[in-house]
């Protein structure tokens, strides 16, 4: 088995990506408005399960991990996506085999109701309780940073959740069937730390978790581009392909996932 000092990737670890991600964080704002083509046969791919095709993961929601600790009400335990960009983590798996690291998944596609009730009220109250100053504009725009609207009752097909599309996946890298790599935070850490780029200046130059948590974002965000997919700059852990905050940031004129199929 490789180490991560070796072969291939060890380049990946030591990659920058301070300037990719900082010209991400500049054109997120409004990725919501961004063109979706309905008309795009790929809307059309289906959904699949994830663990059908050897990738390994447990649905956050539903299991009751930190930082919840409790199953959340409507969480379903699967984690569907769509079929493309599932073979495309196939592919990201291929190459973190000889290292004997795999790509774990924490969600996927997300009911409605899960993306309602955190952007609606489990961050606002956070955010009012923390900060009881902040007046509704200051504490939207924070919700809005880490958890999108979702809709009363239904999606807009031209404005989706990016977890609703099934084109939207939550993820780290881990040892198989082992422990995760470090990336400095847990996921769901509603914090400046969990900005991707967040550690890509050391104050303290020899902080060893620093620049290990630096290096395994590095690699997993650099893996992840390289498979096509677009990375959330806010979250080091959320990746899409095909959606509207894949296009927004890849510079397509339009995405083509809208409303997950069959789900």
Do not use: C
């Not at 956050?60 to 960009?85: E, M, N, Q, S, W």
């Amino acid at each position: 088995m490789l180490m991560l000092t070796q072969g291939p990737l060890f380049a990946l670890r030591d990659r920058p990506l301070a300037d990719p991600v900082a010209r991400a964080a500049a054109l997120r704002p409004g990725y919501r408005d961004h063109a979706i083509d309905l008309g795009d046969p790929r809307g059309a791919d289906p959904i699949v399960e994830v663990r059908d095709y050897d990738i390994a993961g447990a649905n956050a929601y539903f299991t009751g991990v930190a930082p919840y600790h409790h199953r959340i009400a409507g969480a379903v335990p699967d984690l569907l996506l769509r079929r493309p960009l599932v073979d495309r983590l196939v592919g990201v798996n291929a190459r973190l085999k000889p290292y004997g690291l795999e790509l774990w998944v924490f969600d996927a596609w997300r009911p409605l109701s899960i993306q309602n009730h955190f952007h609606d009220q489990w961050m606002p109250d956070r955010l009012r309780a923390l900060h009881p100053d902040w007046d509704a504009a200051r504490i939207a725009s924070e919700t809005e940073r880490y958890w999108a609207r979702g809709g009363n009752g239904a999606v807009d097909p031209l404005s989706p959740p990016p977890h609703a599309t099934g084109a939207a996946v939550d993820l780290t890298i881990r040892y198989r069937n082992g422990a995760e790599l470090f990336m400095g935070t847990i996921f769901d850490d509603v914090s400046d730390a969990s900005n991707t780029g967040a550690f890509e200046s050391d104050p303290d130059g020899l902080a060893f978790s620093i620049r290990e948590a630096r290096s395994n974002r590095r690699l997993l965000y650099w893996l992840m581009d390289d498979a096509g997919f677009a990375n959330n700059p806010t979250e080091w852990w959320h990746f899409s392909l095909g959606d509207q905050m894949w296009a927004r940031l890849k510079g397509a004129a339009a995405a083509y996932y809208s409303t997950a199929p069959g789900v």
